[in-house]
């Protein structure tokens, strides 16, 4: 993988990985109260047949809920029909920072700019 691939720049996704996505979508990170997908943790989707690939990143290394959050990915991934097994890949590079926050994400956020 692309490690300076980020979700959100002219990727694009089978029909299958776009339903994984929206399924991302209802995984709220606890400490920031928004989910994950437009926080910009998402760096990637891959679906191989019944099985899932996500390559993510987290806020902070040591991120005392990632065990948490590993789990409602999972299950949330797994919720998509014709999806049996998902692996998440936890990455560090790129190093997630607030530009990748969406737009809607910054607003929820009370961000500007």
Same mark, same amino acid.
């Given at each position: 993988?692309?490690? =300076?691939?980020? +979700? $959100?720049?002219?990727?694009? &996704? *089978?029909? +299958?990985?776009? #339903? %994984?996505?929206? /399924?991302?979508?209802?995984?709220? =990170?606890?400490?920031? $109260?928004?989910?994950?997908? !437009?926080? $910009?943790? +998402?760096? =990637? %989707?891959?679906?191989?047949?019944?099985? @899932?690939?996500?390559?993510?990143?987290?806020?902070?290394?040591? @991120?005392?809920?990632? !065990?948490?959050?590993?789990?409602?990915?999972?299950? /949330? /991934?797994? *919720?998509?029909?014709? +999806?049996? #097994? @998902?692996?998440? !890949?936890? %990455?560090?590079?790129? %190093?997630? !920072?607030?530009?990748?926050? *969406?737009? &809607?994400?910054?607003?929820?956020? $009370?961000?500007?700019?």
């Amino acid at each position: 993988m692309d490690t =300076d691939k980020v +979700i $959100g720049q002219g990727e694009e &996704f *089978s029909e +299958i990985e776009t #339903s %994984v996505m929206t /399924a991302l979508e209802e995984v709220i =990170d606890p400490e920031l $109260g928004i989910d994950i997908v !437009n926080l $910009g943790l +998402i760096y =990637d %989707v891959v679906v191989k047949k019944t099985d @899932c690939t996500i390559t993510m990143t987290l806020t902070t290394m040591g @991120c005392p809920l990632s !065990n948490l959050l590993e789990q409602q990915i999972t299950e /949330a /991934a797994e *919720s998509v029909e014709d +999806i049996s #097994s @998902c692996q998440i !890949n936890l %990455v560090w590079q790129p %190093v997630w !920072n607030v530009s990748m926050i *969406s737009r &809607f994400g910054k607003i929820s956020l $009370g961000i500007h700019g």
